[in-house]
């Protein structure tokens, strides 16, 4: 079926017009001043709109204009803006830019070159900037724009930059300045980066729905838990791709991260604060390496780091949350490392993570998540021939999660899957991902007597950001 850019972007503005407007358009629309459209464009990345709004009037009641703002120093430029996402560079930022402005007669510059010298500036941010302070016909392509059109197929590309290029050559220029304040509405309410909604969505009979995983009506009323556990590969890192948005639009009730790459002091507020859960992290001596967080909607009973062997619980891999009929442990397990030179210390660490869940399978439900560095069977990865002596498909690997499921536990995909090709992790280099050259090591694992309350599982394949996908599991509730 042929469909038209221009009629969906026609019927999306009727349908997000109740929806609430973005804070940046807003503040432009109150107060037409590009100075103060810039500051609360840069406040406003990865920031939730209420957060960016509050930190906005309190740095514009001390710093109305550009003297104003030279007037104040970094850290009372950190202190008003806090807790806005990355505020200690957005302080730093916002402190050099009187000094940048100067060069343009301490104006703003209208034009996109002179815009993305500035402090701070991406291209994200100068056509916003562009498009709503100055009212010039210019693209802002952010992770929704990106991956909306995508899926549309209105373009095929990698990245919000290439995106940009594709859409200046289709799109109407009538619609560059308002498409991102549309899409953004769109992706946040209806068309979530998981579990978009097209059972209630306008365009559920004309929609290519390219790499999309739709959410799924419960056939049951059977109340259920959703579980969704990803190795971001750098929380910070993919916070620059929406990450938070990610975790808010998932409905799941634990969201489980592993390779957070970062003590808690060194997250924004924005991450350890995502509005309707509780985040407990566990983080490895040293800084910068494996690391686990899990975010949840219920407050556990009781929250365990490590598994109470110290050489092991130094690498901040185990976290472990309990609650009245489940616990739940979410696990970076250790790679085996070329030459197969860390296969000691993982199979070692292994046996006492097993000994550690034993115990708590005892008593309840016993879950299992995160990256376990290997696939179990040659059909979960793409050239299992080629890897038999590899790290993640060693022999001595294969035959530990042989030994593991064997004794008592549930690999709970394969429970509902039995096909090749599924994959929840791809090397980044020889477009691994877009061949689909992959491996399936991430897992959802229960305790086999927990089998009767499984209620589903799947891989997350069209969540993007890190170098693995989010892989989902959902259980009947115990009580
Ligand atoms: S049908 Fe689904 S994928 Fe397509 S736009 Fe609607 S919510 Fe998004």
């Not at 976290?319 to 250790?334: G, H, I, K, Q, R």
């Not at 879950?367 to 069977?377: E, P, Q, T």
């Not at 997350?460 to 950001?465: A, I, N, S």
Request: charged share 25%.
């Amino acid at each position: 079926m042929e469909i038209k850019l221009e009629s969906f972007l026609l019927a999306l503005e009727q349908e997000v017009a109740s929806y609430h407007t973005p804070v940046v358009d807003l503040i432009a629309v109150q107060t037409r001043d590009p100075f103060k459209v810039l500051v609360a464009t840069i406040l406003s990345a990865r920031t939730k709109d209420e957060t960016t709004s509050k930190a906005s009037l309190r740095l514009f009641d001390k710093a109305p204009d550009i003297h104003a703002l030279a007037g104040l120093s970094e850290e009372r430029i950190r202190k008003l803006i806090q807790p806005v996402g990355f505020f200690n560079s957005k302080a730093k930022y916002l402190f050099k830019l009187p000094a940048a402005l100067r060069l343009y007669a301490d104006k703003v510059p209208d034009e996109l070159d002179e815009l993305l010298k500035l402090p701070g500036v991406g291209r994200k941010t100068a056509n916003l900037v562009l498009s709503v302070a100055f009212d010039k016909p210019a693209i802002c392509v952010d992770t929704h724009v990106h991956r909306i059109m995508n899926i549309w197929g209105f373009v095929n590309t990698k990245n919000p930059e290439s995106t940009e290029k594709a859409l200046v050559k289709i799109l109407p220029v009538k619609y560059w300045k308002r498409l991102n304040s549309i899409l953004v509405a769109f992706g946040q309410e209806r068309c979530k980066p998981v579990g978009p909604q097209c059972d209630c969505c306008l365009f559920e009979q004309a929609c290519p729905k390219n790499g999309v995983t739709p959410r799924r009506l419960k056939k049951s009323n059977a109340h259920t838990m959703k579980f969704i556990s990803w190795n971001v590969n750098g929380l910070r890192a993919v916070a620059k791709t929406g990450f938070v948005d990610i975790v808010k639009g998932s409905g799941a009730d634990i969201f489980a991260v592993q390779e957070t790459r970062a003590w808690p002091d060194q997250l924004s507020d924005e991450l350890k604060d995502i509005p309707g859960y509780s985040s407990y992290f566990a983080q490895a001596k040293k800084k910068g390496y494996s690391g686990v967080a899990v975010y949840t909607k219920k407050k556990p009973l009781r929250v365990t780091t490590g598994i109470g062997v110290d050489h092991f619980d130094d690498e901040g891999r185990v976290l472990t949350l309990e609650f009245a009929d489940f616990s739940l442990t979410n696990v970076y397990f250790p790679n085996a490392q070329h030459g197969l030179k860390r296969i000691d210390y993982k199979i070692a660490f292994n046996n006492a993570l097993l000994e550690y869940v034993k115990q708590l399978a005892v008593n309840k439900t016993t879950i299992i998540c995160g990256d376990f560095n290997v696939a179990h069977k040659a059909i979960d990865l793409a050239n299992p021939k080629a890897n038999e002596t590899n790290p993640g498909f060693s022999i001595e690997e294969r035959n530990w999660m042989d030994r593991f499921i064997n004794g008592g536990w549930v690999d709970t995909f394969r429970v509902f899957n039995q096909e090749p090709g599924q994959y929840s992790w791809w090397s980044y280099r020889f477009n691994a991902r877009s061949k689909n050259i992959g491996w399936r090591i991430d897992y959802f694992i229960i305790d086999e007597n927990s089998k009767s309350r499984l209620h589903d599982a799947a891989i997350l394949t069209d969540v993007l950001g890190s170098d693995h996908c989010p892989v989902q599991m959902e259980l009947k509730s115990g009580l």
